[in-house]
C-alpha cells in the first residue's frame, strides 16, 4: 500500500492539528514540513513538540531557503550547511526520517546568459563532495537521512539527474546519504524516469510527486502507473509526498491525490 505525505502549506488548516485532521480524513498517512532558513524550522520546535503529542506523523522536511551547500559564496555556503545541520537534528528529535534538499536552486542555469557559471565542474564537484559529506556524517550521527534532491536544468546546473546525484553519494559513501527522487524534475531531465529509478534503487531514499507541469498528480501528462511501478519494484517502502502547485478548486486538488496515487499504483 502506498503512503502518501502533503507538504504542510497545501493543507488547510490553521495549526498542523488541524491540517492533520483534513490530511487523514483526505487519505494521506503523513505531513512533510517545510523549513525555511534563519534558523525559523528550530524556532518552531515547540509547536512542532506538540503536534507530535498530538499525534501528528512528520517524517520529513523539505527545505525553503534562499541559499544551499552548493552556493558560489563560501559564507553562503557554511551558513546553508548550517542550516542544514539544524534542520536534521529537529527532524531527528521528532522522530522523523530526514530532510530533503537541492544543491542549489535558482544560482545558476546553463539555458540563459552567460551560459558557464563562475565556477569550473571540478570546482562544483569539490564544493558538492565537501557539503554531502559534512551533511552526511551529521545525519549518521543524529539518525536521520539527507536527501539530495536532483532539479531541472532550469533550476540548478550542477545536478540535474539522478545518475548525477548517485555518483556523488556513491563517492561520498556514507549510507546516510540517499537521493530524493521529484517526479516533475524527472519527468524534464529523464530519458526514461522509470528505468532511472530502477537504476539506482540502492541509492533512493524519498520520493516527491508533482505531474509534468508542477501541478497535482492527474492534472498533467506523467506516466505515473510506469513511475510507481519502478517504485514498487525496488522495494521503496517511503512516502510519497505531494510538492506541487494546485490547479482548480484548492481544497479539491488536495484532497485528489491519494486516491489519484493509489488509483494509479495498483
Known amino acids: 500500500m502506498l503512503k502518501t505525505a502533503a507538504q504542510e502549506q497545501l493543507l488547510p488548516g490553521a495549526t498542523l492539528q488541524e491540517k492533520w485532521d483534513f490530511a487523514q480524513a483526505a487519505g494521506y ?51 546553508a550547511i548550517a542550516q542544514m545541520k539544524s534542520q536534521l537534528s529537529v527532524i531527528a528529535e521528532l522522530g522523523g526520517l530526514g530532510a530533503q534538499t537541492p544543491a542549489s536552486y535558482g544560482m545558476f542555469s546553463r539555458r540563459l546568459p552567460p551560459f558557464e557559471p563562475p565556477r569550473s565542474e571540478e570546482e ?12 552526511g556524517e551529521h545525519a549518521r550521527a543524529e539518525g536521520v537521512t539527507l536527501y539530495l534532491e ?25 549510507d546516510a546519504v540517499k537521493i530524493g527522487i521529484d517526479s516533475y524534475h524527472m519527468n524534464i531531465e529523464e530519458t526514461d524516469p522509470a ?9 533512493i531514499g ?47 486538488a488536495v484532497r485528489s491525490i491519494p486516491g489519484f496515487l493509489r488509483r494509479s499504483g495498483a
Open 195 to 203: 528505468a532511472s529509478i530502477l537504476a539506482h534503487a540502492d541509492v
Open 124 to 135: 562544483d564537484r569539490e564544493v558538492l563532495l565537501a557539503g554531502l559529506a559534512e551533511l
Open 206 to 252: 524519498h520520493a516527491q510527486v508533482s505531474d509534468s507541469n508542477r501541478f497535482q498528480p492527474g492534472a498533467g501528462h506523467l506516466d505515473w502507473p510506469a513511475w510507481l511501478a519502478a517504485l514498487e519494484a525496488i522495494g521503496y517502502d517511503g512516502y510519497l509526498a505531494a510538492e506541487c502547485r494546485l490547479t482548480g478548486d484548492p481544497v479539491e
Open 150 to 174: 536532483p532539479l531541472n536544468r532550469y533550476e540548478d546546473h550542477m545536478v540535474n539527474r539522478l545518475e548525477q546525484a548517485a555518483e556523488l553519494i556513491r563517492t561520498v559513501g556514507i
Open 29 to 79: 498517512d503523513a505531513i512533510e514540513l517545510r523549513a525555511k532558513g534563519d534558523f525559523h524550522f528550530r524556532d518552531r520546535l515547540p509547536e512542532l513538540r506538540q503536534a507530535r503529542k498530538d499525534g501528528v506523523v512528520m517524517p520529513t522536511v523539505c527545505v525553503e531557503m534562499l541559499h544551499f551547500f552548493g552556493a558560489f559564496d563560501e559564507e553562503l555556503r557554511r551558513d
